[in-house]
């Protein structure tokens, strides 16, 4: 079946450092691939998103590239902030079956200090 | 501005009680969405429906229904059957294309407890 693994959290930075959060997914054929953010108390925010392979989504200095041949799609940024702290959620949309079928990772904790 | 409306925010249950959380959206989308979230097991499908007059379950339903009477709402009841329903509810909508390109688009979600 499809599933998404993400690195576990919390994950921990100061300010300014460089970003990766660990994605990987098993699906039937090319899914799209998204990462959404989680603000406290909030619900999940679209962040980036890739329909194919070897495209790059970006957003707001993320960046994550789709990954065929490691079936990946990590999360990276070169320079986080405080407001930058959130849950971090990667998710896939099988091929076939429309967005209805979205599956989701369990999300990686980041905290940003000043 | 177009999006996505739950309430209330917070809802407490007693014991043996049914409590209905309420999902608006105003995006004209057509499939809209009832996920559960607890810490630690990220999102998981209770519902989703594609089209009015219709709904399908998804990997958690026991215990809950929906209706879907009209495009723009999709309310969740969280019947007394459901043994351990405290949990951040989160609704969702999205186009249907016929791709799996399409986002869904996310309402701030509903805390249920128990009392």
Redesign the interface.
């Not at chain 2, 630690?40 to 999102?43: F, M, N, S």
């Not at chain 2, 249907?96 to 979600?109: I, K, L, Y």
């Given at each position: 079946g499809n599933s998404v693994t993400q690195m576990e959290g919390p994950v921990t930075l100061s300010e300014e450092a460089f970003l990766t959060i660990n994605c990987t997914y098993t699906a039937t054929g090319y899914p799209s691939l998204f990462w959404y953010v989680q603000y406290p108390g909030e619900g999940l925010q679209l962040l980036l998103k890739a329909t194919k392979a070897d495209d790059k989504g970006s957003n707001k200095g993320f960046e994550a590239t789709y990954r065929k041949e490691t079936t990946s799609f990590h999360l990276e940024k070169g320079s986080v902030q405080v407001s930058d702290s959130a849950v971090y959620f990667c998710a896939l949309a099988p091929l076939q079956g429309g967005s209805e079928k979205l599956v989701f990772g369990k999300g990686t904790k980041l905290t940003v200090n000043p | 501005d177009g999006g996505?409306t739950?309430s209330p925010k917070y809802l407490f249950r007693k014991e043996g009680q049914n409590v209905t959380l309420s999902c608006e959206q105003n995006l004209n989308h057509d499939?809209m969405?009832w996920y559960r979230q607890d810490p630690?097991?990220?999102?998981r499908?209770i519902y989703?429906s594609?089209i009015v007059n219709d709904f399908?379950k998804g990997d958690i339903a026991e215990g809950y229904s929906v209706s879907r009477e009209k495009k723009e709402s999709f309310p969740l009841t969280v019947t007394s059957a459901q043994k351990n329903p405290t949990a951040f509810y989160?609704c969702?909508s999205?186009p249907?294309?016929?791709?799996?390109?399409?986002?869904?688009?996310?309402?701030?979600?509903t805390r249920l407890s128990i009392l």
């Open positions: - | 996505i739950q499939a969405y630690g097991q990220g999102l499908l989703y594609q399908q989160l969702a999205s249907m294309t016929g791709s799996s390109n399409q986002p869904q688009h996310f309402g701030d979600g």
